[in-house]
């Protein structure tokens, strides 16, 4: 058996969270929020059009690296969580591969984007795509997805880099094609620096 | 807690929604280094415009749930305010004012604490995102349009470490 995608996605998928009695959701080893989606695409779109042609490209930076940071502790919280050891652990056959499609399960039912890996070469190469993400409603011009693209990278960085906390800025992370562009999905290709 | 808590899941999409609202999970390194994005863009606004964001963002959604639930009070509506602020894993908090203004107190706080767990002690407030929350939760509890209020954060737990303060005064 190796992780059955369809499985995960369901179980996962199911799980709700909110703030404790003190307004706070920890979890993951993190601090989790649960926001609007689009005030985070709303802010995106904002802070890109304000900024001078020079500085557009630090501005993108930026929100691919909120999301990294983000995805890269987040994620390894996920996957050493107790619901990520009772839904995909049981499932894992094929070693790292088989967690790295476990994550991208966990991906979709968190509502981050409904995608999946299309190609991969392990620790090398890997190519996702999103059939739907919140992202792609953001309503701005060309390539928008920051949050996906920094969250490609963090998940391979988590499986494929050195062990976590050391291996962050092991991989890149770039959008080739996106819904919010007019193509019929999004992609992206994750890419050792 | 009174608010009424409707979610459901796009069993198409996966996208998730809290009462007809979509909405997405992430945690205080986001919320974090987006905050610092825009102190870093403070030149051309950052901090406004993350302020002016939440603020026109969560009117919408603050004002959708009170009028869906016939709440006309400013009691009931400042109430509803509060309560999704901690729904949203942003913290808890003490509010105190009327129509010309106010305080609230900052109990708990995603940002603040998350900031502190990530970088430390700051030199000065941070919490850009909960003035403009603020200012959309006085509007919608005294039936005002977003922009009517002006929210500065007079005590920051970034900072101290303990408590934030924010006073209210109308635009």
Same mark, same amino acid.
Request: with cysteine; hydrophobic share 40%.
């Given at each position: 058996?190796?992780?059955?995608?369809? &499985?995960?996605?369901?179980?996962?998928?199911?799980?709700?969270?909110?703030?404790?009695?003190?307004?706070?959701?920890?979890?993951?080893?993190?601090?989790?929020?649960?926001?609007?989606?689009?005030?985070?695409?709303?802010?995106?779109?904002?802070?890109?059009?304000?900024?001078?042609?020079?500085?557009?490209?630090?501005?993108?930076?930026?929100?691919?690296?909120?999301?990294?940071?983000?995805?890269?502790?987040?994620?390894?919280?996920?996957? &050493?969580?107790?619901?990520?050891?009772?839904?995909?652990?049981?499932?894992?056959?094929?070693?790292?591969?088989?967690?790295?499609?476990?994550?991208?399960?966990?991906? &979709?039912?968190?509502?981050?984007?409904?995608?999946?890996?299309?190609?991969?070469?392990?620790?090398?190469?890997?190519?996702?795509?999103?059939?739907?993400?919140?992202?792609?409603?953001?309503?701005?011009?060309?390539?928008?997805?920051?949050?996906?693209?920094?969250?490609?990278?963090?998940?391979?960085?988590?499986?494929?880099?050195?062990?976590?906390?050391?291996?962050?800025?092991?991989?890149?992370?770039?959008?080739?094609?996106?819904?919010?562009?007019?193509?019929?999905?999004?992609?992206?290709?994750?890419?050792?620096? | 807690?009174?608010?009424?808590?409707?979610?459901?899941?796009?069993?198409?999409?996966?996208?998730?929604?809290?009462?007809?609202?979509?909405?997405?999970?992430?945690?205080?390194?986001?919320?974090?280094?987006?905050?610092?994005?825009?102190?870093?863009?403070?030149?051309?606004?950052? /901090?406004?415009?993350?302020?002016?964001?939440?603020?026109?963002?969560?009117?919408?959604?603050?004002?959708?749930?009170?009028?869906?639930?016939?709440?006309?009070? /400013?009691?009931?509506?400042?109430?509803?305010?509060?309560?999704?602020?901690?729904?949203?894993?942003?913290?808890?908090?003490?509010?105190?004012?009327?129509?010309?203004?106010?305080?609230?107190?900052?109990?708990?706080?995603?940002?603040?604490?998350?900031?502190?767990?990530?970088?430390?002690?700051?030199?000065? /407030?941070?919490?850009?995102?909960?003035?403009?929350?603020?200012?959309?939760?006085?509007?919608?509890?005294?039936?005002? /349009?977003?922009?009517?209020?002006?929210?500065?954060?007079?005590?920051?737990?970034?900072?101290?470490?303990?408590?934030?303060?924010?006073?209210?005064?109308?635009?």
């Amino acid at each position: 058996m190796t992780v059955m995608r369809d &499985t995960v996605v369901k179980s996962l998928a199911k799980i709700n969270i909110q703030g404790d009695e003190n307004g706070l959701i920890p979890e993951y080893d993190v601090l989790v929020n649960l926001l609007p989606a689009s005030l985070l695409n709303t802010f995106s779109e904002r802070i890109m059009a304000a900024a001078p042609p020079d500085k557009k490209s630090k501005v993108a930076d930026g929100l691919v690296r909120a999301a990294y940071e983000c995805g890269y502790h987040t994620g390894c919280g996920i996957i &050493t969580s107790d619901v990520f050891n009772d839904v995909v652990l049981p499932m894992v056959t094929e070693g790292e591969k088989d967690i790295l499609r476990g994550a991208f399960a966990a991906f &979709t039912a968190w509502g981050w984007a409904k995608s999946g890996i299309v190609q991969l070469k392990e620790g090398e190469r890997m190519v996702i795509r999103a059939n739907d993400y919140y992202e792609a409603d953001s309503g701005g011009e060309g390539l928008r997805a920051y949050m996906l693209r920094g969250l490609c990278q963090a998940f391979f960085d988590l499986t494929y880099a050195d062990p976590y906390p050391d291996g962050m800025n092991t991989f890149v992370c770039h959008q080739t094609k996106g819904i919010e562009a007019g193509d019929p999905h999004g992609e992206f290709v994750v890419t050792r620096k | 807690m009174s608010l009424k808590l409707d979610f459901s899941l796009d069993n198409e999409t996966f996208r998730h929604y809290l009462n007809g609202h979509a909405v997405v999970m992430h945690s205080h390194h986001y919320l974090a280094l987006i905050t610092k994005l825009a102190e870093e863009l403070s030149d051309i606004g950052g /901090p406004q415009l993350l302020k002016d964001v939440v603020e026109e963002s969560m009117w919408a959604v603050l004002n959708d749930y009170v009028q869906k639930n016939g709440q006309t009070s /400013p009691l009931q509506r400042c109430n509803v305010g509060r309560e999704y602020y901690s729904v949203y894993g942003l913290g808890k908090m003490k509010v105190a004012g009327t129509e010309s203004g106010g305080e609230v107190c900052l109990i708990r706080s995603h940002i603040d604490e998350g900031w502190i767990k990530k970088w430390g002690h700051h030199t000065k /407030p941070v919490n850009h995102f909960t003035c403009g929350y603020i200012a959309a939760m006085f509007a919608v509890a005294f039936d005002k /349009p977003a922009k009517s209020y002006r929210v500065t954060e007079a005590e920051s737990m970034a900072v101290n470490g303990t408590e934030g303060t924010f006073i209210v005064t109308l635009s």
